[in-house]
């Protein structure tokens, strides 16, 4: 069965300190996405990599970065974690190719006070 | 870029009855078009698409249209169940960057 973990259901953070989500996937998926929702605005992306190493930026990747050493792990780094970045995080992976459906984590709430 | 409108933000609705849910794209190149669930404390999960060769898909209880024309397509539940109730997601897709355009959501109640 297909699986993608998050590292953390909930996470408290403080304005200003480096936030690590981590997300793995089981299938050998080549593509992997990071979005953030919020109630109205759906889901928005924040970046995506097809490969190893390989990122592309989305709609929304200001105060962000991501990092994939490693195929089926792919991580988002808020490098200075502000108020506004709170929200729900959710991690996708997917076949290659943009018409291949997208296997979603159950997401990480992130409340930065 | 592609923006995708989604309508109504909330819908309730009685048990057995019908829901339909519509969205509207702006890229006249997208040419894919799923939907995903979202259920409470779960990631979203792709129950239905279609592509732009065709107007119509149906699975059971749930289908959905395609006008690109208008470009608008539109998810439509029959039969509701207690067990539709979650967050309905559509999006589109060109092809061109391995990317979906989501709406931004419908919240379904079903009343039982």
């Known amino acids: 069965d297909v699986k993608v973990t998050q590292s953390s259901r909930y996470l408290v953070k403080r304005t200003g300190e480096k936030v690590f989500l981590e997300c793995v996937q089981d299938m050998d998926h080549e593509n992997m996405f990071w979005y953030r929702q919020d109630p109205g605005l759906g889901l928005r992306l924040i970046y995506f990599s097809y490969d190893v190493k390989m990122k592309e930026k989305g709609d929304i990747p200001e105060g962000y970065s991501v990092s994939r050493e490693k195929k089926e792990r792919f991580s988002l780094i808020l490098e200075s974690a502000s108020t506004n970045q709170t929200s729900m995080y959710l991690c996708a992976s997917s076949w290659a190719g943009s018409t291949d459906t997208q296997y979603f984590g159950p997401g990480t709430r992130l409340t930065v006070l | 870029g592609e923006n995708v409108e989604q309508h109504p933000s909330t819908l309730s609705v009685q048990e057995g009855d019908s829901a339909v849910i519509k969205c509207t794209y702006s890229d006249s190149a997208s040419n894919y078009f799923p939907w995903y669930k979202q259920e409470l404390g779960k990631g979203p999960q792709l129950i239905i698409d279609?592509?732009?060769?065709?107007g119509e898909k149906k699975d059971q209880r749930i289908a959905v249209t395609l006008n690109k024309t208008a470009k608008h397509f539109s998810l439509h539940i029959t039969e509701t169940q207690p067990e539709d109730s979650a967050v309905y997601f559509c999006a589109a897709s060109n092809n061109a960057g391995n990317m979906l355009t989501f709406g931004g959501g419908t919240r379904l109640m079903v009343k039982p």
């Open positions: 279609i592509r732009s060769n065709v």
